[in-house]
């Protein structure tokens, strides 16, 4: 439970320490319980930005929500979008999301990106790569779409994390509709594995079964939007919101159910009636952390420095 405590310290406290080390205009000092913090402006003036890579020579690449990637060189926004993404469609909660580096970034120069698309009325979360070159996107790649697509515009998760061995992992949300995460045939509410050029592992746990989509990993969340591999173990960490409280803190465990909407610790919005079946079931995976109320958790890092 110290371990725990410290953890959720370091979730509130990276943030502002990556900002600091990544820049420093008039940092003003935030004294907390346990630490001093400085909390410094990098650039204003995007809109809804969602996802952060950092690129070799210090440039950060800014995802905005409406379907723009933006670049900061030298600590000062760019006025124009990078080109050369697909087409995006921005609606509700989805839109241009997620953005990584591969891991042997600096040899093979792909970026990931995971973004909102379909037609129609359909959409959902999809996950592609290309190379910045001449500051646009080239040479992309489409890797996976979820399916089935639906209409809402809600809950598309989407962190997307490498491992140690190259995987690939891509959190989905339920997209607002629940027991969706518990349909093994329903890329949603799930965390997606595949090798890093978007071909399936012949590993995964649902392979090969019939009415099963080979790509999920562990099912049962509601809308992963944090995710972070721990330095020390590889274990995958990730957090996820519920509804009203019941906020999780979940190590992934290979072809686990993670319960939702069966068992939760949130609560209904507005009549704070219960959810599902209670707070635990048997086959289902209990959070190592959850809170209440809610926290609203967005993004993760785990940190191994010796500053805190």
Avoid at 37 to 44: D, G, K, N, Q, S
Avoid at 107 to 114: A, C, L
Avoid at 265 to 276: L, Q, T
Wanted: charged share 20%.
């Amino acid at each position: 439970m110290r371990n725990l405590t410290v953890l959720t310290r370091i979730l509130s406290c990276t943030a502002a320490f990556l900002l600091l080390t990544a820049a420093a205009r008039s940092p003003e000092v935030i004294k907390t319980q346990e630490h001093d913090l400085r909390i410094a402006e990098i650039a204003t003036g995007l809109e809804h930005p969602w996802g952060l890579a950092f690129l070799p020579d210090g440039n950060i690449l800014v995802t905005e929500r409406p379907g723009r990637l933006r670049i900061i060189k030298q600590g000062q926004l760019q006025p124009d979008a990078i080109p050369g993404l697909p087409t995006i469609t921005a609606k509700g909660q989805g839109g241009l999301l997620d953005v990584t580096l591969h891991p042997d970034y600096s040899n093979n120069g792909w970026i990931y990106f995971s973004y909102v698309a379909g037609t129609g009325n359909k959409f959902g979360t999809e996950v592609g790569r290309g190379r910045l070159a001449d500051n646009r996107i080239i040479d992309w790649q489409t890797l996976f779409r979820l399916q089935p697509k639906s209409s809402t515009g809600r809950h598309f998760g989407s962190r997307l994390l490498f491992d140690r061995d190259n995987y690939l992992y891509i959190s989905l949300g339920d997209r607002g509709e629940r027991f969706r995460a518990q349909d093994l045939n329903d890329h949603a509410g799930s965390l997606i594995r595949l090798h890093d050029d978007g071909s399936l592992p012949a590993d995964n746990p649902f392979v090969n079964q019939q009415g099963q989509q080979a790509e999920i990993y562990s099912y049962g969340h509601r809308n992963i939007q944090g995710a972070a591999l721990n330095p020390s173990t590889g274990k995958i960490w990730v957090h996820e919101p519920g509804p009203q409280g019941g906020d999780e803190l979940n190590i992934i465990d290979v072809g686990k159910n993670y319960g939702w909407p069966v068992i939760t610790y949130g609560k209904e919005y507005g009549s704070g009636d219960d959810i599902g079946e209670g707070t635990h079931k048997a086959g289902m995976q209990q959070p190592i952390y959850y809170w209440v109320p809610s926290i609203a958790p967005s993004g993760m890092a785990l940190y191994n420095g010796d500053q805190f």
